[in-house]
């Protein structure tokens, strides 16, 4: 018996061995500048939020049904956390936050779905839910929800003229704040009104923060806005990597994970090793 084959596939097996094992370690590192987001699952197509709940945990949910999703990072592992209900509840989900074991989303209409005592190390979860009325509906369009400093943040993306939805052509970063369980509706925590902040490319489309700043997501840029003096900076983001951004993480390391929406294919994550690598296109 001729041994050459063999030979043959043991060594092209060790390559195989060996590129899988690469290939592992350079899903682990950063997304660099102007790479492809790794592609999500899809039931996760038209991905709409993105929170942190720890530094190897995420949580996203589509902007239709009320499912959560959890990824462990860095493996980018996905499983359904929790439903809304069965048959799950269908609504226009626009956001997601996490203050301890409570998850909550809010609607485009700041109806906040609040969900306690969620495990997030159990799949599958069925859990008690209630539902609040931010006071938001004849304000402004709500898109994006983050949880700082003891209350909830609630961007707008339009704001409505008085007692309608009729769009008040107003371009400016409205965001107001919300304490489930103290306050009534919501109330305005700080407003941005400047020509840099101008057309539907700087609508808001997500928000997450970290000790000195606020950060807004929208389609174009990140704009980072300074706790204490509310003096901002655009940050571009590459238009060809970011078709639909609607969601994005801040992490204790400083990196960044973004979430893009994609009706049209594989909605996508990706990550950079701190904010500066998301301009660097």
């Known amino acids: 018996m001729n041994p050459r084959p063999f030979l043959l596939l043991a060594v092209l097996g060790s390559m195989l061995v060996l590129i899988g094992a690469l290939v592992t370690q350079l899903e682990a590192k950063h997304a660099g500048p102007g790479k492809a987001p790794a ?37 980018m592992h996905i499983t359904k956390l929790v439903s809304l209900g069965n048959p799950v509840v269908l609504d226009d989900f626009e956001g997601i936050a996490v203050d301890g074991n409570s998850v909550y989303m809010i ?14 190390k159990a799949a599958n979860q069925l859990p008690k839910w209630s539902v609040l009325d931010t006071g938001l509906a004849a304000v402004c369009e709500v898109e994006g929800l983050h949880f700082d400093d003891g209350k909830l943040l609630i961007p707008c993306k339009n704001i409505y003229k008085r007692n309608g939805k009729k769009k008040s052509g107003k371009d ?17 925590f700080f407003s941005l009104n400047d020509d840099l902040l101008k057309g539907n490319k700087k609508k808001v489309t997500g928000i997450g923060s970290d000790l000195n ?33 609607e969601g994005i993480a801040i992490m204790k390391n400083g990196s960044v994970y973004l979430v893009d929406d994609r009706k049209d294919g594989a909605g996508g994550l990706s990550h950079y090793k701190n904010l500066e690598f998301v301009s660097n296109f």
């Open 107 to 120: 609607t485009s209409t700041g109806k906040l779905y609040v969900i306690p005592d969620v495990s997030f």
């Open 39 to 75: 592609a999500l699952p899809g039931f996760l197509r038209e991905a709409s939020g993105l929170a942190v709940v720890n530094e190897h945990q995420l949580l996203t949910h589509n902007d239709e049904k009320g499912h959560i999703y959890s990824i462990a990072l860095p493996s």
């Open 172 to 188: 400016r970063v409205t965001v107001y704040s919300y304490a489930p369980g103290e306050d009534a509706v919501a109330s305005e």
């Open 213 to 245: 700043f606020y950060y807004f997501l929208t389609p174009a840029n990140v704009l980072r806005v300074n706790r204490h003096t509310l003096s901002f900076q655009l940050l571009p983001l590459d238009s060809a990597v970011h078709k639909q951004p």
